[in-house]
């Protein structure tokens, strides 16, 4: 936890078990995996969140996803990084850029997410 504060260069960055509120929460767990799987944080304080990254991907929303958005707080899963990930795979294994229209089609991702 140490390296990641001094790497991101702030002391605001808490475990989540250890705080009451925060701008981001990030699940980088593989609870979300499974549709029946639990939250990795209790239900009631989303609300104390500016907002949530799922680092899970799902073709469907994860549990956390739907519940942080059932919530009002803004919510999105691990696609995108998904994507990105696999656009940087894509240079470096083929030293061209990634086919990112068709890389997105194939994930089901629109130009506005």
Request: glycine share 8%; net charge neutral.
């Amino acid at each position: 936890q140490a390296q990641l504060v001094h790497g991101l260069g702030t002391a605001r960055l808490r475990v989540a078990h250890q705080i009451g509120s925060a701008d981001l929460l990030i699940n980088a767990t593989t609870l979300g995996l499974r549709p029946h799987d639990r939250l990795p944080i209790r239900e009631q304080l989303l609300p104390h969140f500016g907002a949530v990254l799922d680092l899970v991907y799902h073709p469907d929303e994860t549990p956390l996803v739907r519940a942080a958005r059932e919530a009002g707080v803004p919510a999105m899963d691990g696609t995108l990084m998904l994507l990105a990930q696999g656009a940087a795979a894509y240079r470096c294994w083929t030293g061209r850029e990634a086919p990112l229209e068709t890389m997105r089609a194939a994930l089901g991702v629109d130009r506005s997410d």
